[in-house]
């Protein structure tokens, strides 16, 4: 298993700019989750997926879409980049175990000029 | 809403028991848990424990909570240079499927000093 890949690892952007960014698990995992996380601001809930077709928002979710159309599968998009979106985002999927572990990504640094 | 205090920075000798910190307000808090983040590197799950336990050990980490001060900590014996990362403290008051909605903490980054 791969578990939770994201690409790119690396981007840059201007404001105004959009793009997605890509997160897919091979786990099978109904629910995944994107987080941002800034300096000396631990992780914060963008929007999270609890299944596909079926997405909801989270602490910080303006700016910010998310479709899940495949249980593989969940980007998410600015439409509109601003340099208050510059973070490292983190995108993670869960297991219904008892341990309800959830499997973290290995990011994306976004810088937004 | 939640929110989960950790101190920001601790610094141990290589060897020595480091002991982190995590203090939480969320009353129904039913699972909480231990993330460590190496450079560069996405989150990883160490340890959790449920609100029904008061203490769980797991090699050298060991998990001590008290309810009643909504205070827990996370111990690592012998600490050794590849602890040295950012360890989050984590909450969610939902089970099973729910627990995709963490409150994290900012994170304490443990320097260990050879």
């Known amino acids: 298993n791969a578990g939770v890949t994201q690409t790119p690892k690396f981007q840059v952007l201007k404001t105004g700019q959009s793009m997605t960014l890509q997160c897919a698990q091979d786990m099978n995992h109904e629910y995944m989750s994107w987080y941002r996380q800034d300096p000396g601001m631990g992780l914060r809930l963008i929007h999270y997926?609890?299944?596909?077709?079926?997405?909801d928002q989270g602490e910080v979710p303006n700016g910010y879409n998310v479709s899940r159309s495949t249980t593989e599968d969940f980007p998410l998009r600015l439409l509109s980049a601003a340099p208050s979106q510059t973070s490292v985002y983190f995108c993670?999927?869960?297991?219904?175990?008892?341990?309800?572990?959830?499997?973290f990504g290995p990011g994306t640094r976004l810088t937004v000029l | 809403g939640e929110d989960v205090e950790q101190s920001l920075f601790l610094s141990v000798r290589e060897g020595d028991s480091s002991v982190i910190n995590c203090t939480y307000t969320d009353s129904s808090s039913t699972y909480l848990y231990w993330y460590k983040q190496e450079p560069g590197a996405g989150l990883q799950l160490l340890t959790y424990?449920?609100?029904?336990?008061d203490m769980k050990q797991d090699q050298r980490l060991t998990v001590l909570l008290n309810k009643k001060d909504k205070h827990l900590s996370l111990r690592i014996a012998d600490t050794q240079t590849g602890d040295s990362a950012i360890y989050f403290c984590?909450?969610?008051?939902?089970?099973?499927?729910?627990?995709?909605?963490?409150?994290f903490g900012k994170g304490t980054k443990l320097s260990v000093i050879p």
């Open positions: 424990i449920f609100s029904n336990m």
């Open positions: 997926s609890v299944g596909a077709g079926i997405t």
């Open positions: 993670a999927s869960t297991s219904k175990g008892v341990t309800d572990t959830q499997y």
């Open positions: 984590a909450e969610s008051p939902y089970s099973g499927a729910g627990s995709y909605q963490l409150t």
